[in-house]
C-alpha cells in the first residue's frame, strides 16, 4: 500500500513541472504582447532551445551571447538525458496529451527505422544552417508552437470571441457583462488590434497535421522525427543519469516495455532502455512491479542499442539532404521574380535569411499588424520570416518594439529617433488608378496620413476639365521619394478597393544614394 | 462496416443541417462591417429637424477668450447657459475629442487640447453625470498610445472620468434614415445611446476638406472613417451628423493647425489663439470657426452642406454670439 502510494509520486511532479512550463510559455507569449514587464524575457523558450541557438550561430558564423542559454539544457542533458521532452517542451507537453496512449501497445522493433529521420532532421537543419538558410528551423518544436499560437490559434479565438460579442451587444441586458468583459480580455489574453495573418490557416494545417500523427504511434513526433529531440538524444548518449534494470529482481512481464510513452525499451534486450529515446518520464520505475527498474548514474557512454545505418544508407541521406538545401539555396535566384517582399524597419533579406528563427516573436509583437509571416512565395526559403504587408497593417510611427524582441538581432533594435528614419520601402502611386489621377475626383487620404512633420506625400493642384467638360482644380497626390520611410499607412488606407493606388515597393538603397548625393 | 437504420440516418440529418443554418444564421447576423453603399443614393432626405433655439437669454454660440483653457471652457458653458442645461443628473455622458494620431503632442495641435477636454469632464461629473467616457478612434497608431500621447488620458483621469478604447464589438450596423450619400453606416452603439455627446474638436486645417472642426470630428464614431473622404465626403460626413447629433459642440482654438493638416508635426504652422467657442448648434460653431482661419463658413464644403440640410445655421448673423474676454 506504501509503496504505491509513494509511486504516484513523480507522476503528478512531472506534470505539475510540465503545466507550470506551459503556462510560462503562454503567459510570456502574451506579455510579451502585451508589453507588460514579465520577470523572465519574452523569448526565454528560444533561448533555452539549443537547437535554435546553435543553428543561428552557425549560420551568422559567430556567438550570440543570449542564445548562449541554450549551454543550460545541454548541461541538464548531459545529466539527466533527454528528459527535456517529457519534462519542458511545451509542445511535447500537448503531443503527450493528445496521443492515444491505451489505443496502443508497444510492439519490440516495429517503426524503429523511423527513429533515424529525427537525426537526418536534424542533420538537414544543421547543414543548411552552415549553408546560410535557417529555412528549415520551422520543424523546431518551440517554433512551431509559438507561430501556431500566435499566428493561428489566437487570431482564430479572437475572431470567435469578437463575433459572438457583437451580436450579443445588440441586446440590452448583455452589455454590461459584456463591457466589463471586453475591457477585460482586450490587451490582455486577445491582441488590442484584432489580428489576423495571412498563413493562419496554413499554419493550423501544419498543427494538426503534427497532432494527426500521433494517432499512428504516441508523441510521433517527439519520437521519430523532431530535430531538437534529434539533437538532445545525441547528448543524452553520454548523460549521467540512466534508466537501469536489475536483472534480479525483474520477472519479465513485459509492462515497461509495452507501456513506454516513447517505446524506448526492449524486451528483447533485458529490457534495457536506448537513452537516446528516453525522456526520463520515470513511468516505468514507477509502474514496475517488482521496482526492479531505477535512474542511477553511469560513467561509460552508452552503445546505440538500435541498428546503426549502414554506410551505403548514411552516405544515401547525406545525398538526399545536400540535394535538399542546395534547392533551398535556389530560392534566392528567384527572388527577383517575386512581386515585393518588405522587411521590418532595419532588417535586411540577408538577416532574415542567416539571422531570423522563424519564430513569429515580432509578429506577437507588432501592435498595428505590420508584420505577417511570408507564405512561400517564389523564394520558398524565406517561409515565415516576417515581412510588412501594408495593406493589412502598417508600421507604426511611435514603435520600436520589433527590434527589441527579436532573439537573434535579425530585426536590428533601433532608437526612435533611428526607426523613424529608417527605410523599409518607398511609397509609389498607380496613376491608373489613383482616383486624382484616373478620375480627377478629390481624394487626399494618403497625404492626410503621412506621419512624417514634412510630408513625403504632397498635393499639386492641376486644371482638368470635369466629366461636364468644365475646367475645375484636382488635387492629386505625388510622393516625394526622398522623405519617404515606407512605413505603409498610405498604402494602409487608401479607400480604393482592393490593391492600393499606393503601394510601397523595396527600396534597394538608391533613395539612400541620392540623400547622399545631396549632401554633398 | 457500421450499418445505420433510417431513423438514425434522419436524425444525423437533421442534426447537420440544424448545425448548418445555426452557422449560417450566426454567420448572416454577425457579418456586421459592410462598407457604406459607394453608389450615390437619390437625394429622397428630408430637411433635418433644427436644432431647439435656446432657453430663456442664453446665448446660441458662446466664444471666450483668455489664457486659461479650463476657464474658458467654464466661461463659454455658463453664457450657453450653465452645463445644467445639457447634462442632467445620472446622464450617461460621451465626450468625443480628435484624438487622430498617437505620434503628437498637444503642441502639435493635432489633436485636442487635453486642459479643455479635463474641464468639460469636470463640468459634468460636477452636474451630477453618472459617467462620464471620453473616447476616440485614432487612425495613426494604437488608441492607448494616443491617448498618453496626446495627454488626454492623464487630464481625464485626473478630473474622474474614463478613456475608453473603442472595441470592435460595440460597432454596429445603423440605417441612417436621413442619409443622401449613404444609408447605413458601422456607428459605434455606445455614442449613438448616450444621454449626451459632446463634440471636442480642435480647429485645423484639413488637406481634403479645407478645415477639420465639430462636423467632420464625428467622424471617429464609424470603424471605417478612411472611406468617406471621397469627392462626396461633405454630404457622407454630414449623412454621419444627421445620425450621431452632438448635444453640445466645443471647438478647441486654444491653438489651431493652420497648414499641413490634419495630423502637423511643424510647430510653424501652429498658431496660438486662445479661444474656445461652444454652442448646441454644431454648424454655428464649425461656421465661426472657419473666420479663425480667414475664411467663412461658405469655403469649408461640409459646413455649407450641413446648413443647406438643415444641421444648423451657418449665418453667424442671425444668432445671438456671446464674446467673452477672460
Given at each position: 500500500?506504501?509503496?504505491?502510494?509513494?509511486?504516484?509520486?513523480?507522476?503528478?511532479?512531472r506534470?505539475?513541472?510540465?503545466?507550470?512550463?506551459?503556462?510560462?510559455?503562454?503567459?510570456?507569449?502574451?506579455?510579451?504582447?502585451?508589453?507588460?514587464?514579465?520577470?523572465?524575457p519574452?523569448?526565454?523558450?528560444?533561448?533555452?532551445?539549443?537547437?535554435?541557438?546553435?543553428?543561428?550561430?552557425?549560420?551568422?558564423?559567430?556567438?550570440?551571447?543570449?542564445?548562449?542559454?541554450?549551454?543550460?539544457?545541454?548541461?541538464?542533458?548531459?545529466?539527466?538525458?533527454?528528459?527535456?521532452?517529457?519534462?519542458?517542451?511545451?509542445?511535447?507537453?500537448?503531443?503527450?496529451?493528445?496521443?492515444?496512449?491505451?489505443?496502443y501497445?508497444?510492439?519490440?522493433?516495429?517503426?524503429?527505422?523511423?527513429r533515424?529521420?529525427?537525426?537526418?532532421?536534424?542533420?538537414?537543419?544543421?547543414?543548411?544552417?552552415?549553408?546560410?538558410?535557417?529555412?528549415?528551423?520551422?520543424?523546431?518544436?518551440?517554433?512551431?508552437?509559438?507561430?501556431?499560437?500566435?499566428?493561428?490559434?489566437?487570431?482564430?479565438a479572437?475572431?470567435?470571441?469578437?463575433?459572438?460579442?457583437?451580436?450579443?451587444?445588440?441586446?440590452?441586458?448583455?452589455?454590461?457583462?459584456?463591457?466589463?468583459?471586453?475591457?477585460?480580455?482586450?490587451?490582455?489574453?486577445?491582441?488590442?488590434?484584432?489580428?489576423?495573418?495571412?498563413?493562419?490557416?496554413?499554419?493550423?494545417?501544419?498543427?494538426?497535421?503534427?497532432?494527426?500523427?500521433?494517432?499512428?504511434?504516441?508523441?510521433?513526433?517527439?519520437?521519430?522525427?523532431?530535430?531538437?529531440?534529434?539533437?538532445?538524444?545525441?547528448?543524452?548518449?553520454?548523460s549521467?543519469?540512466?534508466?537501469?534494470?536489475?536483472?534480479?529482481?525483474?520477472?519479465?512481464?513485459?509492462?515497461c516495455?509495452?507501456?513506454?510513452?516513447?517505446?524506448?525499451?526492449?524486451?528483447?534486450?533485458?529490457?534495457?532502455?536506448?537513452?537516446?529515446?528516453?525522456?526520463?518520464?520515470?513511468?516505468?520505475?514507477?509502474?514496475?512491479?517488482?521496482?526492479?527498474?531505477?535512474?542511477?548514474?553511469?560513467?561509460?557512454?552508452?552503445?546505440?542499442?538500435?541498428?546503426?545505418?549502414?554506410?551505403?544508407?548514411?552516405?544515401?541521406?547525406?545525398?538526399?539532404?545536400?540535394?535538399?538545401?542546395?534547392?533551398?539555396?535556389?530560392?534566392?535566384?528567384?527572388?527577383?521574380?517575386?512581386?515585393?517582399?518588405?522587411?521590418?524597419?532595419?532588417?535586411?533579406?540577408?538577416?532574415?535569411?542567416?539571422?531570423?528563427l522563424?519564430?513569429?516573436?515580432?509578429?506577437?509583437?507588432?501592435?498595428?499588424?505590420?508584420?505577417?509571416?511570408?507564405?512561400?512565395?517564389?523564394?520558398?526559403?524565406?517561409?515565415?520570416?516576417?515581412?510588412?504587408?501594408?495593406?493589412?497593417?502598417?508600421?507604426?510611427?511611435?514603435?520600436?518594439?520589433?527590434?527589441?524582441?527579436?532573439?537573434?538581432?535579425?530585426?536590428?533594435?533601433?532608437?526612435?529617433?533611428?526607426?523613424?528614419?529608417?527605410?523599409?520601402?518607398?511609397?509609389?502611386?498607380?496613376?491608373?488608378?489613383?482616383?486624382?489621377?484616373?478620375?480627377?475626383?478629390?481624394?487626399?487620404?494618403?497625404?492626410?496620413?503621412?506621419?512624417?512633420?514634412?510630408?513625403?506625400?504632397?498635393?499639386?493642384?492641376?486644371?482638368?476639365?470635369?466629366?461636364?467638360?468644365?475646367?475645375?482644380?484636382?488635387?492629386?497626390?505625388?510622393?516625394?521619394?526622398?522623405?519617404?520611410?515606407?512605413?505603409?499607412?498610405?498604402?494602409?488606407?487608401?479607400?480604393?478597393?482592393?490593391?492600393?493606388?499606393?503601394?510601397?515597393?523595396?527600396?534597394?538603397?538608391?533613395?539612400?544614394?541620392?540623400?547622399?548625393?545631396?549632401?554633398? | 462496416?457500421?450499418?445505420?437504420?433510417?431513423r438514425?440516418?434522419?436524425?444525423?440529418?437533421?442534426?447537420?443541417?440544424?448545425?448548418?443554418l445555426?452557422?449560417?444564421?450566426?454567420?448572416?447576423?454577425t457579418?456586421?462591417?459592410?462598407?457604406?453603399?459607394?453608389?450615390?443614393?437619390?437625394?429622397?432626405?428630408?430637411?433635418?429637424?433644427?436644432?431647439?433655439?435656446?432657453?430663456?437669454?442664453?446665448?446660441?454660440?458662446?466664444?471666450?477668450?483668455?489664457?486659461?483653457?479650463?476657464?474658458?471652457?467654464?466661461?463659454?458653458?455658463?453664457?450657453?447657459?450653465?452645463?445644467?442645461?445639457?447634462?442632467?443628473?445620472?446622464?450617461?455622458?460621451?465626450?468625443?475629442?480628435?484624438?487622430?494620431?498617437?505620434?503628437?503632442?498637444?503642441?502639435?495641435?493635432?489633436?485636442?487640447?487635453?486642459?479643455?477636454?479635463?474641464?468639460?469632464?469636470?463640468?459634468?461629473l460636477?452636474?451630477?453625470?453618472?459617467?462620464v467616457?471620453?473616447?476616440?478612434?485614432?487612425?495613426?497608431?494604437?488608441?492607448?498610445?494616443?491617448?498618453?500621447?496626446?495627454?488626454?488620458?492623464?487630464?481625464v483621469?485626473?478630473?474622474?472620468?474614463?478613456?475608453?478604447?473603442?472595441?470592435?464589438?460595440?460597432?454596429?450596423?445603423?440605417?441612417?434614415?436621413?442619409?443622401?450619400?449613404?444609408?447605413?453606416?458601422?456607428?459605434?452603439?455606445?455614442?449613438?445611446?448616450?444621454?449626451v455627446?459632446?463634440?471636442?474638436?480642435?480647429?485645423?486645417?484639413?488637406?481634403?476638406?479645407?478645415?477639420?472642426?465639430?462636423?467632420?470630428?464625428?467622424?471617429?464614431?464609424v470603424?471605417?472613417?478612411?472611406?468617406?473622404?471621397?469627392?462626396?465626403?461633405?454630404?457622407?460626413?454630414?449623412?454621419?451628423?444627421?445620425?450621431?447629433?452632438?448635444?453640445?459642440?466645443?471647438?478647441?482654438?486654444?491653438?489651431?493647425?493652420?497648414?499641413?493638416?490634419?495630423?502637423?508635426?511643424?510647430?510653424?504652422?501652429?498658431?496660438?489663439?486662445?479661444?474656445?467657442?461652444?454652442?448646441?448648434?454644431?454648424?454655428?460653431?464649425?461656421?465661426?470657426?472657419?473666420?479663425?482661419?480667414g475664411k467663412?463658413?461658405?469655403?469649408?464644403?461640409?459646413?455649407?452642406?450641413?446648413?443647406?440640410?438643415?444641421?444648423?445655421?451657418?449665418?453667424?448673423?442671425?444668432?445671438?454670439?456671446?464674446?467673452?474676454?477672460?
Amino acid at each position: 500500500m506504501a509503496a504505491r502510494k509513494r509511486s504516484r509520486r513523480w507522476r503528478w511532479i512531472r506534470l505539475s513541472v510540465q503545466i507550470l512550463l506551459l503556462v510560462l510559455f503562454l503567459y510570456l507569449l502574451i506579455g510579451n504582447r502585451v508589453g507588460a514587464s514579465t520577470f523572465l524575457p519574452g523569448d526565454l523558450f528560444f533561448l533555452l532551445d539549443p537547437l535554435t541557438g546553435l543553428s543561428a550561430m552557425l549560420a551568422a558564423k559567430r556567438f550570440i551571447v543570449p542564445m548562449l542559454l541554450g549551454l543550460l539544457t545541454i548541461g541538464l542533458t548531459l545529466v539527466l538525458g533527454r528528459a527535456w521532452c517529457s519534462w519542458v517542451c511545451p509542445l511535447g507537453t500537448l503531443l503527450e496529451w493528445t496521443s492515444l496512449r491505451r489505443r496502443y501497445r508497444n510492439a519490440p522493433g516495429r517503426l524503429s527505422h523511423w527513429r533515424h529521420v529525427k537525426y537526418l532532421t536534424l542533420a538537414a537543419v544543421l547543414l543548411g544552417a552552415l549553408l546560410g538558410t535557417l529555412s528549415l528551423l520551422i520543424l523546431d518544436p518551440i517554433t512551431i508552437l509559438f507561430r501556431t499560437l500566435a499566428s493561428g490559434l489566437i487570431p482564430g479565438a479572437n475572431w470567435l470571441v469578437t463575433h459572438g460579442e457583437t451580436y450579443l451587444y445588440r441586446f440590452e441586458p448583455f452589455r454590461g457583462f459584456l463591457d466589463g468583459f471586453d475591457r477585460f480580455i482586450r490587451g490582455t489574453l486577445l491582441p488590442a488590434a484584432e489580428p489576423y495573418f495571412i498563413p493562419s490557416l496554413m499554419l493550423i494545417a501544419v498543427f494538426i497535421g503534427i497532432l494527426a500523427l500521433n494517432a499512428i504511434r504516441p508523441r510521433f513526433w517527439c519520437r521519430y522525427v523532431c530535430p531538437l529531440g534529434g539533437l538532445l538524444g545525441l547528448v543524452s548518449r553520454v548523460s549521467l543519469l540512466r534508466r537501469t534494470v536489475d536483472p534480479e529482481k525483474c520477472n519479465a512481464c513485459r509492462r515497461c516495455a509495452r507501456e513506454c510513452p516513447v517505446n524506448a525499451i526492449d524486451s528483447d534486450k533485458a529490457y534495457a532502455s536506448d537513452p537516446a529515446e528516453c525522456t526520463l518520464c520515470l513511468k516505468c520505475v514507477e509502474d514496475c512491479p517488482t521496482r526492479a527498474i531505477a535512474v542511477r548514474t553511469q560513467t561509460q557512454p552508452a552503445r546505440p542499442e538500435q541498428e546503426g545505418l549502414t554506410r551505403r544508407q548514411v552516405l544515401g541521406s547525406f545525398g538526399i539532404m545536400l540535394a535538399g538545401v542546395a534547392l533551398l539555396r535556389l530560392a534566392p535566384l528567384l527572388r527577383g521574380s517575386d512581386q515585393r517582399r518588405l522587411r521590418p524597419p532595419g532588417s535586411s533579406e540577408d538577416d532574415m535569411m542567416k539571422k531570423c528563427l522563424r519564430c513569429g516573436v515580432c509578429i506577437n509583437i507588432c501592435p498595428t499588424r505590420a508584420l505577417h509571416p511570408s507564405g512561400t512565395g517564389a523564394d520558398y526559403d524565406g517561409v515565415w520570416t516576417p515581412m510588412v504587408v501594408p495593406r493589412l497593417g502598417y508600421c507604426d510611427y511611435m514603435c520600436t518594439r520589433c527590434g527589441e524582441a527579436c532573439p537573434t538581432g535579425a530585426i536590428p533594435e533601433l532608437s526612435l529617433p533611428e526607426k523613424q528614419q529608417t527605410v523599409i520601402g518607398k511609397a509609389e502611386i498607380d496613376e491608373n488608378r489613383c482616383i486624382p489621377w484616373a478620375q480627377n475626383v478629390n481624394c487626399i487620404v494618403c497625404q492626410e496620413m503621412c506621419p512624417l512633420a514634412e510630408k513625403a506625400i504632397e498635393l499639386e493642384d492641376v486644371t482638368v476639365p470635369n466629366s461636364q467638360g468644365l475646367e475645375t482644380v484636382v488635387r492629386r497626390p505625388v510622393v516625394v521619394r526622398e522623405r519617404c520611410t515606407g512605413c505603409g499607412l498610405c498604402e494602409n488606407k487608401c479607400p480604393v478597393p482592393g490593391e492600393a493606388a499606393i503601394r510601397v515597393h523595396p527600396d534597394h538603397g538608391e533613395g539612400q544614394q541620392r540623400r547622399r548625393g545631396h549632401s554633398q | 462496416m457500421d450499418t445505420i437504420d433510417r431513423r438514425q440516418f434522419i436524425d444525423r440529418m437533421l442534426a447537420l443541417g440544424g448545425t448548418a443554418l445555426a452557422t449560417a444564421a450566426f454567420l448572416s447576423l454577425t457579418g456586421c462591417s459592410k462598407e457604406p453603399t459607394a453608389e450615390p443614393v437619390a437625394d429622397n432626405s428630408t430637411p433635418m429637424p433644427p436644432p431647439p433655439p435656446p432657453p430663456g437669454d442664453a446665448a446660441y454660440l458662446a466664444v471666450a477668450r483668455g489664457e486659461s483653457p479650463t476657464t474658458l471652457v467654464q466661461r463659454s458653458i455658463t453664457a450657453l447657459g450653465g452645463i445644467e442645461r445639457f447634462v442632467k443628473p445620472g446622464n450617461n455622458v460621451i465626450i468625443k475629442p480628435n484624438i487622430c494620431v498617437g505620434y503628437r503632442t498637444s503642441e502639435y495641435a493635432a489633436t485636442t487640447n487635453p486642459e479643455v477636454v479635463g474641464a468639460l469632464v469636470a463640468l459634468c461629473l460636477g452636474a451630477g453625470a453618472k459617467r462620464v467616457r471620453v473616447m476616440d478612434y485614432p487612425f495613426g497608431g494604437t488608441a492607448d498610445q494616443a491617448y498618453s500621447n496626446s495627454g488626454i488620458k492623464e487630464a481625464v483621469l485626473a478630473a474622474g472620468g474614463e478613456m475608453e478604447v473603442m472595441t470592435k464589438m460595440k460597432f454596429q450596423d445603423t440605417t441612417i434614415p436621413n442619409g443622401k450619400s449613404i444609408t447605413s453606416c458601422s456607428a459605434y452603439r455606445d455614442i449613438v445611446d448616450a444621454d449626451v455627446l459632446i463634440d471636442v474638436p480642435i480647429a485645423k486645417h484639413h488637406g481634403g476638406a479645407v478645415l477639420t472642426l465639430g462636423m467632420k470630428n464625428l467622424l471617429g464614431v464609424v470603424s471605417n472613417p478612411g472611406s468617406y473622404h471621397t469627392a462626396d465626403m461633405a454630404e457622407r460626413v454630414t449623412d454621419l451628423n444627421s445620425l450621431v447629433r452632438p448635444h453640445l459642440t466645443v471647438v478647441d482654438a486654444v491653438r489651431i493647425l493652420m497648414n499641413n493638416g490634419p495630423t502637423g508635426g511643424n510647430l510653424n504652422d501652429v498658431k496660438q489663439v486662445n479661444a474656445v467657442i461652444a454652442s448646441h448648434d454644431v454648424v454655428a460653431a464649425d461656421s465661426y470657426a472657419a473666420t479663425l482661419f480667414g475664411k467663412t463658413a461658405l469655403d469649408v464644403p461640409i459646413v455649407r452642406a450641413g446648413a443647406r440640410r438643415g444641421l444648423g445655421t451657418m449665418d453667424l448673423s442671425s444668432i445671438k454670439i456671446e464674446e467673452i474676454a477672460v
